[in-house]
């Protein structure tokens, strides 16, 4: 079902159903960028890495719109925020994979208690043109200015990804050090 957006979002109408989502993917035209806010613009932020020699998130480049040519990595960002954490008070997720562009090689992963808390969590899925963004990898693209949508998305628990890894605090903080060449972190 389609809602209105308030008046200082302009035309655009929230739009529902992974599957228009999918299609978009498919077009190849898009990027896709997820959050737990609805946003009239994205302006550029500081993203954060995970680095296994100094063991602590790092500046990841110059401040950015990151984006992903695939609509699920959008979903799981959209839906699995930095705002949920695990009984520590910390957050862990991450995705990896895909750099060659094949969409099935996604590896999501969080925790049992970070993904209990996304049960009737919604977000939004903001789609930009891709030629407003720069390769940064086959799963990031990015942008160093101001970014206006020209489609928005509601999402829900049920639009991610069916193949989320869950691991425990330890296995995730194990494969993070072990296994991971980047992570990205909370800005």
């Given at each position: 079902m389609?809602?209105?957006?308030?008046?200082?979002?302009?035309?655009?109408?929230?739009?529902?159903?992974?599957?228009?989502?999918?299609?978009?993917?498919?077009?190849?035209?898009?990027?896709?960028?997820?959050?737990?806010?609805?946003?009239?613009?994205?302006?550029?932020?500081?993203?954060?890495?995970?680095?296994?020699?100094?063991?602590?998130?790092?500046?990841?480049?110059?401040?950015?719109?990151?984006?992903?040519?695939?609509?699920?990595?959008?979903?799981?960002r959209?839906?699995?925020t930095?705002?949920l954490?695990?009984?520590?008070?910390?957050?862990?997720s991450?995705?990896?994979g895909?750099?060659?562009?094949?969409h099935?090689?996604?590896?999501?992963?969080?925790?049992?208690?970070?993904?209990?808390?996304?049960?009737?969590?919604?977000?939004?899925?903001?789609?930009?043109?891709?030629?407003?963004?720069?390769?940064?990898?086959?799963?990031?693209?990015?942008?160093?200015?101001k970014?206006?949508?020209?489609k928005?998305?509601?999402?829900?628990?049920?639009?991610?990804?069916?193949?989320?890894?869950?691991?425990?605090?330890?296995?995730?903080?194990?494969w993070l050090?072990?296994?991971?060449?980047?992570?990205?972190?909370?800005?």
């Amino acid at each position: 079902m389609n809602q209105e957006i308030p008046q200082n979002l302009g035309e655009l109408k929230i739009e529902e159903g992974k599957e228009k989502l999918m299609e978009l993917e498919k077009e190849g035209i898009y990027v896709f960028h997820g959050s737990p806010h609805l946003l009239q613009e994205l302006e550029p932020r500081q993203a954060r890495t995970f680095d296994k020699e100094e063991d602590e998130m790092v500046d990841d480049g110059e401040p950015g719109v990151a984006a992903s040519p695939f609509a699920e990595i959008a979903i799981f960002r959209a839906i699995i925020t930095r705002e949920l954490k695990d009984k520590d008070k910390k957050h862990y997720s991450g995705f990896g994979g895909g750099g060659s562009g094949e969409h099935d090689k996604v590896i999501y992963r969080t925790t049992p208690e970070i993904f209990k808390k996304t049960k009737e969590a919604s977000g939004y899925v903001y789609i930009f043109k891709k030629e407003d963004f720069v390769e940064r990898s086959g799963i990031e693209w990015k942008s160093s200015k101001k970014v206006k949508p020209v489609k928005i998305f509601k999402v829900y628990f049920e639009d991610l990804p069916k193949d989320i890894l869950l691991l425990d605090v330890d296995d995730f903080k194990s494969w993070l050090k072990n296994n991971a060449r980047r992570l990205r972190g909370p800005g």
